[in-house]
């Protein structure tokens, strides 16, 4: 379980995030919609650790990762991934090795991670790109080799940053499978960043919108794509019946 506390952060003054409180259940896929430079990769930053709140905290499993000592962090850290928009592939090692390296680093056999890492091609339909190298690799099959790399981990969390960002209809569907699977076959907590409606209709228990640094909507998919708020029904349609919102 992920709690956010009356999270709050700025930078140079200006506040990112404002009083966000969420509770987000083991096994849910949470979804997190709103403009760019509205908080949300913030927030996911602050789930992972990466960055600490002004005020409020963030509890995972009801531990407080928020201004925790090194080795709690750390720990707290290995039972999440990170899937990001960019993939984050390292370029000179090939797919299999690029899915190893968390393994190595954990000290496992070569017989251990071969089998581990085979696994998790197999998974996600990759066993063919196994010795290519990231630049031989389409956006879509990038994407899948950074899940494979957190999957190999074994997470209960996982925190998808855009991830079917510059991907064509067909490869951003195979995507959202995949983090169906997770949940439907791991029931792995995944809190998802994205832009893409379609996406977030697809994959998610629950939608919320941040806007200027606050959640101002979360319910399930449908009732949020039945919304009358005007925020919130201008993003998921993107039409201007009026003066266009902005932050």
């Keep these: 379980m992920i709690e956010l506390v009356h999270l709050a952060k700025r930078f140079d003054g200006r506040p990112v995030l404002d009083d966000v409180s969420l509770r987000i259940e083991r096994g849910e896929t949470f979804v997190i919609i709103g403009m760019s430079g509205t908080g949300k990769t913030v927030t996911l930053k602050h789930i992972a650790g990466l960055l600490d709140p002004d005020e409020g905290e963030v509890r995972i499993d009801g531990e407080t990762m928020s201004g925790a000592d090194d080795a709690t962090r750390e720990r707290l850290r290995r039972i999440m991934g990170i899937v990001f928009q960019s993939g984050a592939l390292i370029n000179w090692l090939s797919v299999f090795d ?135 029904r201008q993003f998921i349609t993107g039409a201007v019946d009026g003066p266009i919102e902005v932050e």
């Design 98 to 232: 690029n899915i190893a390296l968390p393994l190595r680093e954990r000290r496992y056999s070569p017989a251990e991670i071969d089998a581990m890492v085979d696994e998790k091609l197999q998974i996600l339909g990759l066993s063919e790109a196994k010795f290519k190298m990231p630049a031989d690799l389409s956006g879509g099959m990038k994407k899948r080799v950074c899940l494979a790399r957190v999957l190999v981990r074994n997470p209960s969390i996982i925190l998808y940053d855009e991830p079917t960002a510059g991907l064509d209809p067909v490869m951003s569907h195979v995507i959202n499978m995949l983090i169906r699977r997770m949940k439907d076959e791991f029931n792995v907590t995944q809190v998802v960043v994205t832009h893409d409606m379609q996406s977030a209709y697809e994959i998610a228990d629950r939608i919320a919108m941040l806007y200027q640094g606050r959640i101002i909507a979360c319910d399930v998919p449908q009732r949020i794509r039945e919304t009358d708020h005007p925020i919130v």
